[in-house]
């Protein structure tokens, strides 16, 4: 009989500590606040996410971006400005209840990252990085602009205004043609070189972000066009713009235009080209024939 109440007790003090574990509330880590992103501007083109006839860097209606507050937890932040503004609001997107849960460690830094990734790891070490931040092997034309979301950039600070660095450079390509109506542009290095894919990347208070290395490479970066008539002659030439990591094109690249339903045309330099971060590469304009 004492055997058997010893172990009614021993079950009763379980149910009572399981019941005081599972009516806890664990609450919400910290206020979220509201941001302040400012995008620096040219003669020395940091950040951008589209762009305007004088190059200047602007964000668009409705850019998300995720921001480690503090903390290695990454939360959706939505832009409230108007498109066109050089800085603007940022205000957290997700609806949190009081009794969320998040894990994550704390970190003395304030990481923003464009743009959002849903489940995007930091790792808050003496060399702080982004894990495999997929940078896009497939980008949307813009007219006169960057495709939306292609242009990944990183703000590091301590409190709620953010200051975004471009992760990559530019390359414009200029394209003109006879009745000629562009559905996507391919660029591929002539030496394989991985500018696509999942990357790690190096962030820090006082060094804009850099490329550590690809973890999952691809070797091209396609733009996507809806049928884009092109300018008849060089000087009315049709400008097309992609987001290249930091590269150099030891052996030059290859540029493939695929247009009017399905033909393609091939323009290739061996010449050795370098892209750099936030950095602007001109070519000549070439005739699509």
């Not at 921001?67 to 949190?96: A, L, M, N």
């Not at 894990?131 to 939306?148: D, I, K």
């Amino acid at each position: 009989m004492r055997v058997r109440l010893f172990l009614w007790a021993l079950i009763a003090l379980g149910a009572c500590s399981c019941s005081r574990i599972g009516d806890e509330k664990p609450e919400l880590f910290k206020e979220l606040r509201p941001f302040y992103a400012v995008l620096d501007q040219p003669s020395s083109p940091e950040t951008k996410v589209y762009v305007d006839d004088d190059l200047r860097l602007q964000w668009d209606d409705d850019d998300r971006i995720a921001i480690y507050d503090r903390y290695t937890y990454g939360y959706q932040y939505k832009y409230v400005g108007d498109s066109g503004d050089g800085k603007g609001k940022f205000e957290c997107f997700e609806k949190i209840a009081t009794s969320s849960f998040v894990s994550g460690n704390d970190m003395d830094t304030v990481c923003a990252v464009y743009p959002y990734v849903k489940g995007l790891q930091i790792w808050p070490s003496k060399k702080m990085y982004i894990e495999a931040f997929p940078m896009p092997a497939v980008q949307t034309y813009r007219e006169n602009s960057l495709g939306r979301g292609a242009n990944t950039m990183i703000s590091m600070g301590r409190d709620e205004n953010l200051a975004f660095k471009n992760v990559c450079g530019y390359l414009a390509l200029k394209v003109y043609g006879d009745n000629v109506t562009v559905s996507s542009i391919t660029l591929k290095g002539n030496n394989s070189e991985m500018i696509a894919g999942k990357a790690d990347i190096d962030v820090s208070l006082d060094a804009a972000p850099s490329l550590r290395r690809f973890v999952e490479g691809k070797d091209s970066i396609t733009l996507e066009c809806e049928d884009v008539k092109v300018g008849n002659i060089a000087e009315t030439a049709t400008v097309f713009w992609l987001v290249v990591p930091p590269t150099k094109f030891e052996k030059g690249f290859t540029v493939t235009v695929e247009y009017n339903d399905g033909d393609e045309f091939v323009q290739t330099t061996s010449r050795s080209i370098e892209i750099k971060r936030s950095c602007l590469s001109r070519m000549a304009a070439f005739e699509v024939k």
